[in-house]
């Protein structure tokens, strides 16, 4: 059974930090591309970053270029997003997803049903 569980959220203030960990079981995680996404209240899905199975190509949105941080650790089949200088505006729920290839969206945004795999969500709240 195939299973992505996002952890780590809460409610941090402006300028401050968290890390969020998505833990894979159920496929071959080293084989996968893994992304962060997320979404709030009444918006469509954002993507934000990729991360090849190698952990050697990442990719990322503009808006969190330099402020969030992919990494993966493919002996305990984990994908994390380090998050600094976090602002109200990043108050959202965070998804991990994975699929074989990097997942290309079409102009309207991303869709959860472009990805093959896809976790419950941990919510994010910045706020002071």
């Known amino acids: 059974q195939v299973q992505l569980v996002e952890s780590g959220g809460g409610l941090v203030q402006p300028g401050g930090s968290l890390r969020l960990s998505c833990a894979a079981s159920?496929?071959?995680?080293?084989?996968?591309?893994m992304s962060w996404l997320r979404q709030a209240p009444g918006q469509g899905l954002d993507w934000l970053a990729d991360?090849?199975?190698?952990?050697?190509?990442?990719y990322y949105a503009n808006f969190v270029k330099g402020r969030f941080t992919i990494s993966r650790d493919n002996a305990k089949a984990t994908v994390y997003l380090q998050m600094d200088h976090l602002r109200p505006e990043d108050s959202a729920m965070y998804y991990c997803?994975?699929?074989?290839?990097?997942?290309?969206?079409?102009?309207?945004?991303?869709?959860?049903?472009?990805?093959?795999?896809w976790g419950q969500g941990t919510q994010v709240t910045v706020s002071s």
């Open positions: 997803a994975g699929d074989t290839k990097f997942v290309m969206h079409n102009l309207t945004g991303p869709l959860k049903s472009d990805y093959t795999y």
């Open positions: 159920g496929f071959t995680f080293k084989s996968h591309v």
């Open positions: 991360i090849n199975g190698d952990g050697d190509k990442k």
